[in-house]
Antibody, heavy 121, light 107 residues
Framework: QVQLQESGPGLVKPSQTLSLTCTVS??????????WSWIRQPPGKGLEWIGY???????YYNPSLKSRVTISVDTSKNQFSLKLSSVTAADTAVYYC?????????????WGQGTLVTVSS | EIVLTQSPGTLSLSPGERATLSCRAS???????LAWYQQKPGQAPRLLIY???SRATGIPDRFSGSGSGTDFTLTISRLEPEDFAVYYC????????FGPGTKVDIK
């Protein structure tokens, strides 16, 4: 059973960089059948896709966030990470990591429990 | 960017009733790239349907998906108490977007 677990600071100051890590267990991030993704959800609002990474390091980002986002992978640790720069209060959200099946379909079948990141001074 | 619109925003029904949730896209979406999720308070979303009509592993057969092009539907044939939740559709085209969600609550 694949499990994903987010970790990182719960509080980030405005203008700083948000950094989160997702640790994958029960399966290899290098399996090649999946992409690995970050998705966020502001309190009381809907879901927003941030981006994908493949184990090889290929990335796809949401165009609306692309200038501020970096997703990286560490296959030796079975982890992938998110960095979001120049954060503001609008970046306050629950951040989820998830496994994505793509192609031939496109969906997220396993999710972490989510971690709340608050941007505040 | 393809924008997804979900209707209604809230659906108030009783257990045992049928729920019909709509997801409309601003441009045509490949059926292979349309998925539905259920989210309960304080939990991560759960995959229900992928490829517009294929049930994910372990999903009861009271959940079904249909549609093509710009119009997709999630149907819950008979609502169980655990089905009251928020439902999101998701598409992948040139980018990936989610709909705003439909809340199914108890009447």
């Amino acid at each position: 059973q694949v499990q994903l677990q987010e970790s990182g600071p719960g509080l980030v100051k405005p203008s700083q960089t948000l950094s989160l890590t997702c640790t994958v267990s029960g399966g290899s991030i290098s399996s090649g059948d999946y992409y690995w993704s970050w998705i966020r959800q502001p309190p009381g609002k809907g879901l927003e896709w941030i981006g994908y990474i493949y184990y090889s390091g290929s990335t796809y980002y949401n165009p609306s966030l692309k200038s501020r986002v970096t997703i990286s992978v560490d296959t030796s640790k079975n982890q992938f990470s998110l960095k979001l720069s120049s954060v503001t209060a609008a970046d306050t959200a629950v951040y989820y990591c998830a496994r994505a099946r793509w192609p031939p379909f496109n969906y997220f079948d396993y999710w972490g429990q989510g971690t709340l990141v608050t941007v505040s001074s | 960017e393809i924008v997804l619109t979900q209707s209604p925003g809230t659906l108030s029904l009783s257990p045992g009733e049928r729920a019909t949730l709509s997801c409309r896209a601003s441009q045509s979406v490949s059926s292979s790239y349309l998925a539905w999720y259920q989210q309960k308070p304080g939990q991560a979303p759960r995959l229900l349907i992928y490829g517009a009509s294929s049930r994910a592993t372990g999903i009861p057969d009271r959940f079904s998906g249909s549609g093509s092009g710009t119009d997709f539907t999630l149907t819950i044939s008979r609502l169980e108490p655990e089905d009251f939740a928020v439902y999101y559709c998701q598409q992948y085209g040139s980018s990936l977007t989610f709909g705003p969600g439909t809340k199914v609550d108890i009447k």
